[in-house]
């Protein structure tokens, strides 16, 4: 970089309102209640709907910011996986019988809110795209 260059740096404001919209109409279509989907987030249920309200007010943490790019990514996956819209959108709430899922929903899974969860079920609908599964 020369000395007339400046990085830019992303805008998190940007990033969180979009992500925020994204990642909410994403668990609206896998059947999520707002109090599975606050949890997911990690966002407190007077926040959570203050953004929703006026999504100009967000202000998400970077664990915040990376759980909604982790349910985008997801989703992500699952159009490049599947066809049709309806797999897309019901896989997270079929029971799955590969190792980790053990006959669980992915859904399931992520919603006790641990980014750990949210990583993992992320990792292993991410493999599908190899063909890795079965």
Same mark, same amino acid.
């Given at each position: 970089?020369?000395?007339?260059?400046?990085?830019?740096? =992303?805008?998190?404001?940007?990033?969180?309102?979009?992500?925020?919209?994204?990642? +909410?109409? &994403?668990?609206?279509?896998?059947?999520?209640? $707002?109090? #599975?989907?606050?949890? !997911?987030? *990690? !966002?407190?249920?007077? $926040?959570?709907?203050?953004?929703?309200?006026?999504?100009? $007010? @967000?202000?998400?943490?970077?664990?915040? /910011?990376? *759980? /909604?790019?982790? @349910?985008?990514? @997801?989703?992500?996956? %699952?159009? &490049?996986?599947?066809? +049709?819209?309806?797999?897309?959108?019901?896989?997270?709430?079929?029971? +799955?019988?590969? =190792?980790?899922?053990?006959?669980? $929903?992915?859904?399931? @899974? &992520?919603?006790?809110?641990?980014?750990?969860? &949210?990583?993992?079920?992320?990792?292993? !609908? #991410?493999?599908?795209?190899?063909? %890795?599964?079965?």
């Amino acid at each position: 970089m020369n000395n007339h260059q400046v990085e830019k740096k =992303p805008d998190t404001k940007v990033m969180a309102k979009a992500g925020f919209k994204a990642a +909410n109409q &994403i668990m609206d279509g896998w059947g999520c209640s $707002t109090k #599975d989907k606050q949890k !997911i987030m *990690r !966002i407190a249920p007077s $926040t959570y709907h203050k953004f929703k309200v006026n999504p100009e $007010t @967000i202000s998400l943490d970077s664990d915040q /910011l990376e *759980r /909604l790019s982790y @349910i985008v990514n @997801i989703h992500a996956s %699952l159009r &490049i996986v599947f066809d +049709n819209p309806e797999n897309v959108k019901g896989f997270m709430a079929l029971e +799955n019988h590969n =190792p980790y899922f053990n006959g669980r $929903t992915p859904l399931s @899974i &992520i919603r006790d809110g641990k980014f750990s969860h &949210i990583y993992e079920v992320f990792c292993r !609908i #991410d493999s599908l795209r190899s063909g %890795l599964w079965g």
